[in-house]
């Protein structure tokens, strides 16, 4: 089983999701709009579970339905978890074609005491393993 995450705007709630699916043991793929700097490459924990990809934002929407279709056939994933409205709007017909659950993270960036974030995220990760599996 695996996952796809966006990472479209923040990167705090994204990156605790991907890091507590992999601790569970559910591979994911992160798509990243845009290309940060090396610097910012490097601080990006790795694990062998997470696969982080850094699509280009000029590129980022109009493929974003592509790489659902190669994520949900090639790579098997059963979710893809989103944050911004206009994402779910292109996707879900595409979603439903690839029988792929999309799920919505609230990200709150840095607004959200940590406990608080992390109760989420724990809550979030229960949901995705329990229709997943």
Known sequence: MSILILCEAGWRDARELSLELARRGIENFVLVKGNPGAEVK?????????????????????????????FAWVKKVK??????????????????????????LVEEGNKMPLPEMHAKIQSLSDSIEAFCR
């Open 42 to 70: 490097a601080f990006i924990t790795q694990h062998k579970l997470i696969h982080n990809y850094f699509i280009p934002r000029w590129m980022y929407r109009v493929r974003l339905p592509s790489f659902l279709f190669f």
């Open 79 to 104: 979710a893809c978890v989103w944050s911004n409205r206009r994402s779910e709007g292109l996707l879900a017909p595409y979603a439903r074609l690839c029988n792929v659950k999309l799920v919505r």
